[in-house]
């Protein structure tokens, strides 16, 4: 269905991969995965058409038609949310024009025979790509898929101006969807999504019978859809015929045999090298030396596979706290709309946090769960009731405004030496180091990073400070899974307190074991971790 043969493409120079080839076949679904800045978004731009690669080519076969999700949404107005998903499928509103185009026609009284079947022809072979296409139930499958990326009929007929860009996020793969194609290509569609709407979108990609290539940072949402991985690493494309655990397990095999590989051979070339360095000024040794530099010469030498750059974070000493972390009583939190009438977000909520406490507070998104937050946190006050913090609680707080709240001014290192100012230079280069910042990259300014730096930037200092107790929301928004996959460690190390928002089921189950659950204006809790949570969730 689409090949991609011997591709390589050069960034600045400086190659992204070298002769990279991968194929994806009819309904395959396939998983791309490598760090940030490996390459994995160019193959779908050079897929769709928007680049062309340094050498090598991409051949797609005749009449196999692709749909591409990204990030980038584009400008969206002038129509309802429904409308504009429907005109996603620029193909159903062809078909429709000249289906209707042919009805017209067809009520030319004065029409002759031979013309008049030359139309029924090809109006019988347009309805039935109308058909198969989902022409005659498009605007109930645009109401479904609307519906299941969690925008509820009564806003189907609202502007689509009118939406954040998080919900234009998902009015965009909605139009992705909608178009029913051969293959779709998605750059990380689960960002911005709750784990209603993940669940959702997980099943519809299982159930759909095309082909899928697509990037995500969520490890589970990969392991249920995906059987194949394409992974961009080290200027290099490797196929693994399995999900995402798969690849893991047989990555680390491929890695410990490369590396004893690497090392037979270096243990061998030294025996030759040490050899020729011996004999070879004595004439009686010299076809042997000569034997040996030409056998050097011409050995094709294994290179060591470098794995990448992993964050390691070393975690302060921290004050033990007392028992009783938080106290919350009958707290609730309301706000004030335009029109003057009150909103409840919360209310009612009864609650103690404990020390060493690992909570996860989940609900669907608008529900309040970082609202409940920044109560909690002090970051702004209740409605009704208290939440009473125990004195000798240190709280460390990340949410998404900590991000817009960064000076875009200052630089890396002027934020971290702000926020730990007995730390001395060299500390601070180190630390940075650690999460990826080295060199004079810790001078670059805050409004020329990613989201994903802007994140690893704050929990930098977060880390680092000595806080018994963290409040974090959404702090796996933007990392890539190995990045993920070293934060959950250092949690799990974490001797402190923590209340946790993620839509990252894996890191959930891993790391807490008690659930608030944020619905409809109350808060439920249940006693037991984030399986436990979904197993009462199930039965109920």
């Not at 978004?41 to 058409?49: A, D, H, N, V």
């Not at 095309?210 to 995906?226: C, P, W």
Request: with cysteine; proline share 3%.
């Amino acid at each position: 269905m689409i090949n991609v043969s011997n591709i390589t493409k050069l960034m600045s120079g400086t190659p992204l991969y070298t002769n990279a080839s991968f194929q994806i076949y009819e309904g395959e679904k396939v998983g791309l995965v490598g760090p940030n800045g490996a390459g994995k978004t160019t193959f779908f731009r050079m897929i769709i058409g928007e680049e062309r690669p340094d050498e090598g080519a991409v051949s797609i076969q005749n009449n196999v038609r692709i749909a591409y999700f990204s990030q980038n949404v584009g400008e969206m107005k002038g129509k309802t949310a429904l409308e504009e998903v429907i005109d996603g499928n620029k193909r159903v509103s062809e078909l429709a024009a000249r289906l209707k185009h042919y009805e017209e026609k067809l009520c030319d009284p004065e029409l002759d025979p031979d013309t008049m079947q030359n139309i029924l022809d090809k109006m019988g072979d347009d309805q039935t790509e109308y058909e198969k296409i989902g022409g005659f139930d498009i605007e109930n499958n645009a109401q479904t898929i609307l519906s299941g990326l969690g925008i509820m009929p009564e806003d189907h007929g609202k502007p689509v101006e009118d939406f954040s860009s998080g919900w234009k996020m998902r009015i965009a793969l909605a139009k992705v969807l909608i178009v029913m194609p051969d293959c779709i290509l998605m750059d990380e569609p689960t960002n911005y999504l709750d784990m209603e709407t993940i669940l959702w979108l997980e099943a519809w990609l299982i159930n759909f019978k095309g082909a899928i290539l697509m990037t995500t940072h969520d490890r589970d949402f990969m392991n249920r859809v995906v059987k194949k991985i394409v992974e961009v690493a080290n200027c290099k494309v490797t196929t693994y015929s399995g999900n995402y655990d798969f690849y893991e397990q047989e990555r680390a095999i491929r890695m410990r045999n490369n590396e004893a590989e690497f090392n037979r051979q270096q243990s061998m070339m030294k025996k030759e090298e040490e050899f020729i360095a011996r004999f070879k000024a004595r004439a009686s040794h010299a076809a042997q030396v000569q034997s040996r530099v030409k056998m050097l010469d011409k050995i094709e030498k294994v290179e060591l596979i470098s794995d990448q750059d992993e964050i390691r974070i070393e975690l302060p000493v921290i004050q033990r706290g007392g028992n009783d972390v938080a106290v919350i009583k009958a707290l609730g939190k309301s706000w004030t709309k335009s029109d003057g009438s009150e909103k409840s977000v919360f209310k009612g909520l009864n609650a103690f946090v404990h020390r060493q406490d690992r909570i996860a507070v989940v609900g669907v998104n608008g529900a309040g769960k970082s609202t409940f937050l920044r109560v909690l946190c002090g970051q702004t006050p209740p409605s009704s009731g208290e939440a009473i913090i125990g004195p000798s609680i240190t709280i460390g707080y990340f949410g998404q405004s900590t991000l817009e709240e960064l000076d875009k001014d200052k630089t890396i290192f002027e934020i971290v030496q702000a926020k730990l100012p007995q730390a001395k230079d060299g500390t601070i280069r180190n630390l940075l180091a650690a999460f990826l910042f080295k060199g004079d990259e810790v001078f670059k300014k805050i409004k020329f990073l990613s989201g994903g730096e802007k994140t690893r930037v704050i929990l930098s200092y977060l880390l680092s400070i000595p806080y018994n107790c963290l409040v974090l929301d959404e702090p796996t928004n933007h990392l890539d899974i190995k990045s993920r996959e070293v934060l959950l460690e250092t949690l799990k190390r974490y001797e402190g307190t923590m209340l946790l928002v993620s839509h990252d089921r894996f890191f959930l189950r891993e790391i807490t074991n008690r659930v608030f659950e944020v619905d409809h204006g109350v808060i439920n809790v249940y006693e037991g971790n984030y399986n436990y949570y979904l197993e009462q969730k199930t039965s109920n």
